[in-house]
């Protein structure tokens, strides 16, 4: 059975970093793409960064040169740094995983999500 766990959220303030760990388990993910998403309160989950099985990246236009995906294989990890976090970035943050990149929430299966608050 495929698992995701997010862990490393918590409560920062704007401006400062966090970084994000999902250990996945079930599968072998090194041939799996893995994305990271948001949702705050009363919106949408939005797409926030991606890294393909050959390690290629992919951000949001609101996230680039502030957050960094990255993926460890060996130990079915992906993480998420965030820096210069912002107060309209709180949110849920979840991590996911399907068969190729893509920027909608069509991906296979999914953690249970991680809180990230950001006080102003």
């Known amino acids: 059975q495929v698992r995701l766990v997010e862990s490393g959220g918590g409560l920062v303030q704007a401006g400062g970093s966090l970084r994000l760990s999902c250990a996945a388990s079930?599968?072998?993910?090194?041939?799996?793409?893995m994305g990271w998403f948001r949702q705050a309160p009363g919106l949408e989950r939005e797409f926030v960064a991606a890294?393909?099985?050959?390690?290629?990246?992919y951000y949001a236009d609101s996230v680039k040169g502030r957050f960094a995906i990255a993926r460890d294989n060996a130990e079915n990890a992906v993480y998420l740094q965030m820096n210069s976090l912002k107060p309209e970035e709180t949110a849920v943050y979840y991590c996911?995983?399907?068969?190729?990149?893509?920027?909608?929430?069509?991906?296979?299966?999914w953690g249970q999500g991680t809180q990230v608050t950001v006080s102003s």
């Open positions: 996911a995983t399907g068969r190729k990149v893509v920027f909608t929430t069509k991906y296979d299966y």
């Open positions: 890294i393909s099985s050959n390690g290629t990246t």
């Open positions: 079930g599968r072998t993910f090194g041939s799996y793409a």
